[in-house]
């Protein structure tokens, strides 16, 4: 069984920083772009950082400057370093990965996987 586990979410007041970590478990040959996104109340899920296997990174513009995505291969693990919070920011954060992946049924080279989400409340 593979899984992506969050952790890091909790309560936090405006202005304050959190790391959020994500890290895959499983029989996983390969882990293929890597992301984090939110959900707030009434919205839709939206893209807030993501990072290829290559290193390359996008943003949302809300995270511009103020959010960090980084990744250990070694250690199966993604990291959203998220400084200079708003209340705004409060949302579920979702762990997001394309990985290769092997089971008893068969092989698989770009399955999606989503972790179940962590809670990030900004306010004082």
């Known amino acids: 069984q593979v899984q992506l586990v969050e952790s890091g979410g909790g309560l936090v007041q405006p202005g304050g920083s959190l790391r959020l970590s994500c890290a895959a478990s499983g029989s996983i040959f390969s882990i293929n772009n890597m992301g984090w996104y939110r959900q707030a109340p009434g919205k839709q899920r939206e893209l807030v950082a993501a990072?290829?296997?290559?290193?390359?990174?996008n943003y949302a513009d809300s995270a511009k400057g103020r959010f960090t995505i980084s990744r250990d291969n070694a250690k199966n693990t993604v990291y959203l370093q998220m400084n200079s919070l708003k209340p705004g920011d409060t949302a579920v954060y979702y762990c997001?990965?394309?990985?290769?992946?092997?089971?008893?049924?068969?092989?698989?080279?770009?399955?999606?996987?989503w972790g179940q989400g962590t809670l990030v409340t900004v306010s004082s």
């Open positions: 997001n990965a394309r990985l290769g992946y092997s089971d008893y049924e068969g092989d698989y080279s770009n399955l999606e996987v």
């Open positions: 990072i290829t296997s290559g290193g390359s990174t």
